[in-house]
């Protein structure tokens, strides 16, 4: 199949791809499967009760890579989908999931992607997933993902999400359950600009014995934008749990951080950090004195923070 | 060459707020010269003033003849002007690599920013992917903060108390990075310090007490004064 330029754009912006791979891939264009790979470990089937995918993972399948990005350029369209992974046992892969929206219209686009990953004994799985909006028109982008995170013993996981412009309004919801000794790890990048509106929550089970998770958000809010970051680690078994938000705050911007741990269990060992402020003075004026003028600068110390 | 004429700066704008840096007029074209004196004496006011953090309320300040009494940092710096802060700025996200190259203003190799940071005694290696975050000790921040005003390579280059934070120790390795700078350097070393051998390698001692020059002239003139008085001795070796 053949992509348009617009459409190409997209798919180098959300997955560093300039064509389409060989190997694992599935391509859903304007609220339609577009396009499917498999391959010999990695099995994509369509969902036949309702809109999605199965990404069958085999046990043992080391070093390959899925992508399944989403692209929309229609405006008025409201997207929702269901992808379930399943990382079969001592499995070794990375995911990377996009969606970008073209929206050249003036009337609201969505995605909604509901991602359920089950990670089998040992699995371990590297995911990427970014989202990224742009188009002259005046229609909302906004994207509200979903994902559901189920470990068994022994696996681990790193997830690292970024959203760095152009989606108007984002509900992002990541809840997990990690069984003994399973390890995640997640890095949220977040950009808001203008008006636009991002909460984010995470809701991790520690349950099993000897597991443990890093959560981490970084994020900007520049202009008129409102954030709120929600964490909740529950530590109920021997277990290490650390959240962090982090947060820069610019303009008109608004941030709100509730990072929140329980523990249930004696060994349990939680903690949440949470910080908010402006860029310091001293920062700018040590770039500079550099020779950078204050917009380079800042710009610097948000790309760097960003990175 | 550094001029500053009748030099004054207030904080606030109350008549009667106190002068912190009250009619100080110098000319500076020497390779090395020390400012040091009591603290709150005025000397990181005085480099402040400078490097354009702070506008003088009176007087002017000229570069090379040109005045740049009302220029931004922004502008200080890229007519070469370079300041070395008391107490580096950490970035999260910012690699030591990535402030070499910004302060050099141009993309450096690999090798480049290694030769900076190999030079102010960093094992370069380790540094260059660091992150200038809180892991790194107050010490190697302030190598990493010689090294970027080393790789600007500025006619004019400020360092407000390079011992500061560092521990006598490590500073003993310093200060041969400054003798290093001293002999290689074409334009100006202007150097806040209590240091007896950071003042022993300056050509030219300038002391500055209650924001005026107190004592100004070659080490040779100045240095047996600062060290034999006892009542100079009060306030500087608790430095020493």
């Known amino acids: ?307 | 060459m550094l001029e500053l004429r009748n030099v004054s700066f207030r904080a606030g704008d109350e008549p009667d707020a106190k002068e912190i840096i009250n009619h100080v007029s110098l000319t500076i074209d020497q390779r090395f010269v020390a400012l040091t004196g009591p603290n709150g004496g005025g000397k990181s006011t005085l480099a402040k003033l400078i490097a354009g953090i702070y506008i003088p309320t009176e007087g002017q300040i000229l570069l090379d003849g040109i005045d740049i009494t009302n220029a931004s940092v922004t502008e200080r710096a890229r007519m070469g002007v370079s300041f070395a802060f008391q107490q580096p700025v950490r970035f999260k996200g910012l690699t030591v690599s990535d402030l070499i190259t910004l302060a050099s203003g141009r993309k450096l190799s690999v090798a480049e920013v290694c030769s900076y940071l190999s030079e102010v005694g960093l094992c370069a290696r380790e540094y260059v992917n660091r992150e200038i975050n809180a892991s790194l000790s107050g010490g190697e921040l302030k190598r990493i903060e010689i090294a970027m005003v080393m790789a600007r390579g500025t006619k004019l280059t400020l360092f407000d108390e390079p011992e500061a934070g560092i521990d006598l120790w490590s500073f003993g390795n310093l200060i041969t990075v400054f003798e290093k700078m001293h002999e290689k350097i074409n334009g100006t070393i202007m150097i806040i310090s209590h240091q007896e051998r950071i003042l022993n390698i300056a050509d030219r001692i300038i002391v500055i007490a209650d924001g005026q020059v107190r004592q100004d002239g070659t080490r040779d003139e100045i240095l047996p004064s600062l060290l034999g008085t006892p009542a100079t001795c009060s306030v500087l070796t608790g430095k020493l």
């Not at chain 1, 309702?50 to 692209?71: C, H, L, N, Q, W």
């Not at chain 1, 709120?228 to 941030?255: K, L, P, Y």
């Open chain 1, 1 to 307: 199949m053949a992509l348009d330029n617009i459409q190409k754009n997209m798919l180098s912006e959300i997955a560093g791809l300039e064509a389409i791979p060989e190997g694992a891939f599935s391509l859903r264009l304007d609220g339609q499967s577009a396009l499917r790979q498999s391959t010999e470990n990695i099995e994509i089937v369509p969902k036949t009760d309702k809109p999605g995918i199965d990404i069958y993972i085999k046990a043992g399948t080391k070093g390959e890579r899925v992508d399944i990005p989403v692209i929309m350029t229609k405006t008025g369209l409201t997207d929702l989908v269901y992808n379930d992974f399943h990382i079969g046992e001592d499995a070794d892969v990375l995911i990377v999931a996009g969606c970008g929206i073209h929206n050249a219209g003036h009337d609201k686009s969505e995605h909604d992607g509901i991602h359920a990953f089950h990670l089998g004994r040992g699995a371990r799985l590297k995911y990427y997933e970014k989202h990224v909006g742009e188009g002259e028109g005046t229609g909302e982008r906004v994207m509200n993902p979903t994902t559901v995170i189920e470990m068994e013993a022994d696996s681990y996981m790193e997830m690292e999400t970024a959203q760095i412009k152009g989606i108007d309004s984002t509900k992002r919801l990541t809840k997990a359950t990690l069984g003994d000794n399973a390890t995640l790890i997640i890095h949220e990048k977040i950009m808001t600009h203008g008006k636009q509106f991002a909460v984010t929550e995470f809701e991790i089970d520690l349950n099993g014995e000897g597991c443990g998770t890093h959560a981490v958000s970084r994020s900007v809010a520049k202009d008129d934008p409102h954030q709120e970051f929600i964490s909740s680690i529950n530590g109920n078994n021997r277990c290490s749990g650390h959240t962090e938000c982090d947060a820069i705050i610019m303009d008109h911007g608004s941030v709100v951080a509730v990072p929140k741990v329980i523990a249930n269990h004696t060994d349990a060992s939680l903690i949440h950090e949470a910080a908010i402020g402006k860029i310091a003075g001293e920062q700018l004026i040590k770039l500079m004195t550099l020779g950078l003028t204050e917009q380079e600068a800042e710009e610097q110390i948000v790309n760097g923070f960003l990175r």
